[in-house]
């Protein structure tokens, strides 16, 4: 079997962590092998990237210094990890890919083509076969975060443009992109996860739970 490659995406808030837990649970009740990442970070490099972009102290950083950032720690993973990954796993979720970068610094920071010139580049040439966006509203999403960072931070306009754009992203690529209502209570948002999954990769239906 291929490795397939499943990205989550979504507001802040809305719940990748939490069902990105439980998918991988669930794949590994079935016996696959799964391996998780996230963005930034899972790299060294990354999660000192990570700390620069979170930190609410960095106020002057600017949406270029940004984009590069985010560009920096994803190239980082992925010939760190990601490319031996697909050599050894199953299934390889990431929370957070390129389309985060799309919508945060490309639709909503106003970034626009160099942000699609640059995901392309700095991508490496590798495409999710599934991503699922995890679909709240903006004020759904930021109440569930406790301590917010730089991002989390930011106005709630710019939030409302971040769902805006993830919609938009999901009618252009509608084979790759999937829309889960996540505003229901967890137990729900992780059925809709697992149906849309088996929906996409059939034979995960095949195989039994092996263990719980
Ligand atoms: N970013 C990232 C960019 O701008 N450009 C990029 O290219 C990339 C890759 C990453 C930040 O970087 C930005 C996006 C982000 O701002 P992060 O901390 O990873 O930072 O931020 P998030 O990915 O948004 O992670 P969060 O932890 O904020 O949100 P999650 O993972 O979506 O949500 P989760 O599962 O941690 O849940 C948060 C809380 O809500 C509760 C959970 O129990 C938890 O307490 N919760 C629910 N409560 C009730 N009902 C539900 N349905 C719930 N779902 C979750």
């Excluded at 490099?45 to 620069?52: A, D, F, M, P, S």
């Excluded at 759904?140 to 975060?145: A, D, F, S, T, V």
């Excluded at 993830?166 to 690529?173: G, H, M, V």
Aim: net charge positive; glycine share 6%; charged share 30%.
């Amino acid at each position: 079997m291929r490795t397939k490659f499943i990205t989550f995406e979504g507001l802040e808030g809305s719940g990748k962590s939490s069902v990105i837990n439980f998918l991988e649970k669930l794949l590994k009740a079935k016996g696959f092998s799964v391996v998780v990442f996230r963005e930034p970070g899972s790299t060294a490099v990354g999660e000192k990237i990570r700390q620069i972009l979170l930190d609410k102290a960095n106020k002057k950083l600017s949406r270029h210094t940004e984009l590069l950032l985010y560009l920096a720690a994803r190239t980082q993973l992925i010939e760190e990890k990601l490319m031996g990954a697909f050599k050894k796993y199953d299934f390889i979720i990431c929370d957070r890919f390129f389309d985060s970068t799309l919508v945060y610094q490309g639709y909503a920071l106003g970034l626009g083509a160099i942000v699609e010139k640059s995901v392309q580049m700095f991508s490496l040439g590798i495409t999710p076969d599934l991503t699922l966006v995890l679909d709240v509203s903006a004020r759904e999403g930021l109440k569930r975060i406790k301590n917010k960072d730089r991002i989390e931070s930011r106005p709630i306009d710019f939030h409302n443009k971040l769902r805006k754009g993830y919609l938009a992203l999901a009618k252009k690529y509608p084979d790759r992109i999937k829309v889960i209502n996540a505003q229901a209570n967890l137990e729900e948002i992780y059925k809709r996860t697992e149906k849309a999954l088996v929906n996409k990769f059939k034979f995960i239906r095949l195989r039994p739970l092996l263990r719980h």
